[in-house]
């Protein structure tokens, strides 16, 4: 795979959409799934183009808990296949993403005499699940070497001695920096995708059958009708508003939860080590999460009715994160050590009477209309590679792609090392997410010159950004190519107007277009902030 550079105007990506054939494969989604799957698609040879309403990742798929695990909570319900593709998953990305995801140590503490021996029987499981492709054994550890590891955890709990623990190791990993990873890859591929251009409509052809689609530029407003073969519905808890651009009476598909997480200084869990709570006061799973020199501790799991862009935490998420983590650490976290707080939509598949969230399937659902949509949502980050590839194996079932064996499972990403070489940066800092391209990013004006510490941001970055990764706003950059509002949402704000000028050099644009692109950046801002 030869890799390339994306163009960095955006005329020369639409011009790409004149084009009288239609592609192979057109996606509709530009998070976790829909880049899997284009990448697929391209990778079996398929002439393929991916649109994305808003940026790459802009929905849930940013905002993770960057973590990819096989579900330790699946195994307690005895969703041994579930969690066995999963570990297989996670194995296969730590393989073809070196630079991207890592091996985390997890501290499972135990506060009774059997909680050692459930939890040290279930994690041996664990490691057995993900056979040869499994990152490290857990093992047992005592009450001194549970603090080495994890010296902030609480010695006693709710009048329970801490008696020991269970070490296991999943996968950690940057979500919205693999999304770029994989946009990357669909271009090195020879496939094109294309951001803020947002679908409006289906085409058909005079039997029905969908033969491309109706499009508008969200950034000028033009209109583009696009032919394709084959039109892949993958917009997360989105779905719907697609399948019913195909047909107004279909039923609702996805049930969305809401997800939040906190970021803490990292003195919160100043180890290397995460620490998992496998059962809450209400039967949940909390994680404390070492991630990008921050702690992340998370998640919510609460029902929701609407699908808002931005959401916000519900009245008790917050309360109830901070007082869980503040039951199992010596410090006490409060709402004035956050510094950032964010809330995602998981695209749960509807299960007919069930009521709460925590028992619906995130196991993927795939649909071919009548008319030759096909439809997928549900899963997760971990199994992005799997649901791509059963995408596209339903896509040439059911006659819409000719036959083309599977490619990805041992597909390098862009940016990760040729097999036996190491990077020249550590894993799990800013700069190592670059892979291969961190040469280049270092040769572009700026990069000693930094604008947010949090998060390693340089003026270096901002400019790749815009010229190597499709980013054109404020947001774009301090959201996703770099994490610095994840991690310290008022240092992203006090950097802005800095990167909007950057932007604006880069991308020719005006003092007005800085202006509104502030504005714009410091709404989603609001939402990432304790009111």
Known sequence: MKPTVP???????????????PWDVIVIGGGATGLGTAVDAAARGFRTLLIEGEDFARGTSSKATKLVHGGVRYLAQGNISLVREALHERGLLNQNAPHLA????????????????????GLKMYDMLAGKLNLSPSRWLSRNETLEHAGTLAPVVQGRRLRGG?????????????????MRTLFDLGGTAVNYLRVTGLSRDASGRITGVQTR?????????IQGKCIINATG?????????????????VAPSQGVHLTLPRSFLPGSDAVLIPKTADGRVLFMVPWNGHTIVGTTDTPRQDLPLDPRPQPGEVD?????????????????DVTSVWAGLRPLVKATGEAATKSLSREHTILVSASGLITVTGGKWT????????????????????????RSADLRL????????????????????????????????????????????????????????????????LARRNRALFLDAEAALLAAPEVARLLAEELGHDSAWQQRTLEDFAKVAATFRLQ
């Not at 109830?320 to 004035?336: C, N, Q």
């Not at 596209?392 to 064996?405: F, G, R, V």
Request: hydrophobic share 45%.
């Open 7 to 21: 163009p960095a105007t955006r005329a020369q990506l639409l011009d790409r959409l004149q084009s009288p054939d």
């Open 102 to 121: 890592w091996p985390l140590g997890f501290v499972v503490p135990a506060y009774s005499l059997l909680d050692q021996p459930f939890y040290g029987a």
């Open 166 to 182: 269970v070490l296991y190791f999943d996968g950690q990993f940057d979500d919205a920096r693999l999304a770029m990873a994989l």
């Open 217 to 225: 530029d969200a950034l000028d407003g033009t209109e583009h009708a």
């Open 237 to 253: 808890v989105w779905v719907d508003a697609v399948r019913r651009m195909d047909n107004a009476d279909a039923a609702t598909l």
């Open 320 to 336: 109830f994160i901070l007082a869980t983590a503040a039951r199992y650490l010596t410090r006490k976290p409060t709402l004035d």
């Open 383 to 406: 199994t992005y590679r799997k649901m791509a590839q059963d995408v596209i194996d339903t896509a040439i079932s059911k006659q819409l792609l000719p036959q083309a064996a599977c």
């Open 414 to 477: 862009h940016g990760a090392p040729a097999p036996g070489h190491t990077l020249e940066a550590r894993t799990g800092t800013p700069d190592s997410y670059y892979g291969t391209d961190l040469a280049t990013l270092h040769a572009l004006p700026g990069a000693d010159r930094m604008l947010v510490n949090a998060s390693g941001l340089s003026e270096a970055h901002v400019r790749y950004a815009a010229r190597c990764e499709l980013a054109r706003t404020v947001e774009d950059v």
